[in-house]
């Protein structure tokens, strides 16, 4: 077994379960966010949602419904054990707004249409980097898990341009 630290009285064991524990805290949160906050402005930017209506929707996904998830992962954990659910919950919920919070700095001091293209390259590269940790942490082949998150992601994204993109077409 391999230790991470220098003074032998704070040691902690660095296993695979403990990695994957400590990507477990803000891992959905991450993941959440991402995927949450860049499906709302893809889609809602065919509409012609102005940058406020935009920042104001991203800013519900960052409290209320980031609240409602961290909730329902909270029940969840505690249903499964009491170990860690409440570090677990405020991890995801921090994770979820700064990542939202980021993504809303992008849209006040870019315009619009380049603030969409920074939140998706930095989703992107989250999504990719988280990937690649879990791959590293299972000794799964990182480039198969980081194109398989890559291209869900990608997916949902273009699924909510073409609602936005329908919408805007059929009651436009």
């Known amino acids: ?20 524990q400590d990507l477990s805290k803000f891992s959905f949160g991450a993941t959440s966010a991402v995927t949450s906050s860049l499906a709302l402005m893809i889609g809602l930017n065919p ?3 102005p940058k406020l209506g935009i920042i104001g ?3 519900v996904i960052a409290f209320a419904d980031n609240i409602a998830d961290s909730l329902g992962m909270h029940i969840y954990a505690e249903s499964k054990s009491k170990g860690h659910a409440k570090l677990n919950t405020v991890t995801n ?3 979820r707004l700064g ?7 992008f849209v006040v001091v870019l315009p619009l249409p380049y603030a969409i293209a920074a939140s998706i390259i930095f989703g992107l590269v989250v999504m990719a980097v988280l990937s690649y940790l879990i791959a590293k942490t299972h000794n799964m082949n990182p480039a198969q898990v980081v194109a398989e998150h890559l291209t869900v992601t990608i997916l949902i994204l273009v699924a909510s341009q073409l609602i936005g993109s329908s919408i805007s077409a059929l009651l436009g």
């Not at 077994?1 to 994957?20: D, E, Q, S, V, W």
């Not at 990542?99 to 700095?105: D, N, R, S, Y």
Request: a positive charge; aromatic letters at 8%.
């Open 93 to 95: 919920y921090l994770t």
């Open 47 to 49: 509409l012609g949602v």
């Open 57 to 59: 929707a991203l800013l």
């Open 1 to 20: 077994m391999t230790f991470a630290g220098i003074n032998k009285k704070y040691l902690i064991p660095n296993t695979p379960n403990r990695a994957m």
């Open 99 to 105: 990542i939202t919070l980021l993504m809303i700095a």
